[in-house]
């Protein structure tokens, strides 16, 4: 099949997850409103079309660095695992400070989600956490989901929240993940990929790590989509860093890379998940 096969799959796709990264909501101020101006645009315009939006965000270990720099003169190099965790208390609430004042301009009200990898592991959190999902999504409210990385060190292993990114998609069951970073997608010798059928342990090695703030890169990105595929969910990785990229993705499905098929597996628990695809390694 082409990636142009899916095209109108992606169209009638109506539970969406976005991933945003560390890099789109910490830097330089101007380009961080330049992408939330963006953001909210395009996902006002998905709204409109009666789609329902859940966001999945990194960016709190970064945020609490920058307000940690303002105020005092430590510089941090290499960070201990205590120390990202006291980061990522620090800037929490200036993460979603970011995302209220964004969306508080198109009158979209969100609420916050913290969990980590463990708390799915256990059917009781789990049809929890869902049922939270859906009555939010019920009341028309945007969930914006973050680690809970003040008391787990899961983001250290899973990379950026990508893995969460695509946990989150399966446990309330949405059409598509898109994963929003810094370069045009999945390069391999220097060539973007615009699609993909499968993933391979191949293309896990060309995949290159991180390339911004964020614990990430596009091996993990890789392996989030490959968890996702199996279970016949598109994902996209695009560039966010231009504008309108959303709708561009979604109303052209042109730019990025897709990974999709039409083969289904069994649904896998998220302990058979982690097990099958070495996510503790």
Aim: no cysteine.
């Amino acid at each position: 099949m082409k990636r142009i096969d899916f095209s109108e799959k992606i169209l009638k796709a109506k539970r969406i997850v976005i991933k945003i990264g560390s890099a789109r909501v910490s830097g330089d101020q101007k380009k961080v409103n330049q992408f939330l101006f963006s953001l909210i645009s395009d996902i006002e315009a998905l709204r409109e079309l009666n789609k329902e939006i859940i966001l999945v965000t990194s960016g709190a270990v970064a945020q609490g660095e920058r307000i940690l720099n303002w105020h005092t003169s430590t510089k941090l190099k290499s960070k201990t695992i205590s120390e990202r965790q006291a980061l990522a208390s620090i800037g929490q609430s200036h993460l979603m400070n970011l995302y209220e004042n964004a969306f508080s301009k198109i009158n979209v009200p969100i609420s916050q989600v913290l969990f980590g990898m463990n708390d799915l592991q256990s059917n009781s959190s789990a049809k929890n956490l869902k049922n939270t999902f859906e009555t939010l999504l019920s009341w028309s409210i945007l969930p914006i989901v973050n680690e809970n990385d003040s008391a787990s060190i899961e983001e250290l292993k899973f990379g950026d929240n990508d893995i969460l990114s695509s946990m989150v998609t399966l446990l309330i069951e949405a059409d598509l993940l898109i994963i929003l970073t810094g370069v045009d997608g999945f390069l391999k010798k220097e060539k973007l990929v615009t699609y993909m059928e499968k993933i391979s342990d191949k293309d896990l090695e060309f995949a290159k790590g991180p390339e911004g703030p964020g614990t990430g890169g596009m091996n993990t990105k890789l392996k989030a989509a490959k968890i996702l595929i199996e279970q016949n969910i598109p994902t996209a990785i695009i560039n966010g860093k231009l504008k309108f990229s959303l709708r561009e993705f979604f109303f052209k499905n042109k730019i990025g890379t897709l990974v999709a098929n039409t083969r289904v597996k069994k649904k896998l628990s998220i302990e058979e998940i982690k097990k099958n695809y070495r996510l503790d390694k």
